[in-house]
């Protein structure tokens, strides 16, 4: 059994409730602009890629040069939904349970630096995380970029990592940096697409992630 020293959660759709609220604010963003809408599934695909990729692909027909009205858009209909947006349930108690025990947590998500620092201090989750990327310092997922920063700053070992997300842009970051995968299907992500991924295991509640990763998890250095 793999003994991991340090966990890197997603943040959209793993720790935090809120694919139907980006899934509405590109819906929004498009009908504001007269584009075409995506459907649901087409529109939750693109989550965990950084924003102007995610769009970029959920919306084909968006230019360049509309960009900057469409973010505005976007981010006016997310704001919107913020009151919505809760951690998943058990999310909180298993963060801290891992704090406790001295394992390294870390956040990778295509979410912006400040739409990160927002959520975390939205939700006192701070604290427990060592390390965080966002998407717009580094390289989007699938690419390893976060996953192998994350690595040097915190000194862990490549076989002591696993990435918990909830969809395949996640567990293909995994693949790509060389740490084992952890897929959870209550977020953007079908099972077969996340299982496409050669994940470790396909979870389907925040208890079963706990059940999972406390018996595999030990102290960081």
Known sequence: MSSYSLVVFDWDGTLMDST??????????????ELAVPSASEASWVIGLSLESALRRAVPELTQAMMPRF?????????LRDPELRLFDGIPELLQTL??????????????R???TRALAATGLGPLFDATRTA????????????????????????RVVMVGD???DLQMAVNAGVHGLGVTYGAHTVKELQGCAPQAVLDS???VREWLLPRVSAGA
């Open 71 to 79: 973010l505005e858009r976007y981010r006016t209909h997310y704001l």
């Open 167 to 169: 969809t395949s842009h």
């Open 136 to 159: 717009d310092e580094t390289f989007s997922k699938p690419h390893p970029a976060m996953l192998h920063e994350l690595m040097q700053e915190l000194d862990v070992d490549p076989a």
């Open 20 to 33: 139907h609220s980006i899934v509405a604010a590109i819906q929004g963003a498009c009908r504001d602009l």
């Open 114 to 116: 400040v739409g990160l």
């Open 206 to 208: 925040v208890p079963l």
């Open 99 to 112: 704090a406790d025990q001295n394992v390294r947590l870390a956040v990778a998500t295509g979410k912006s």
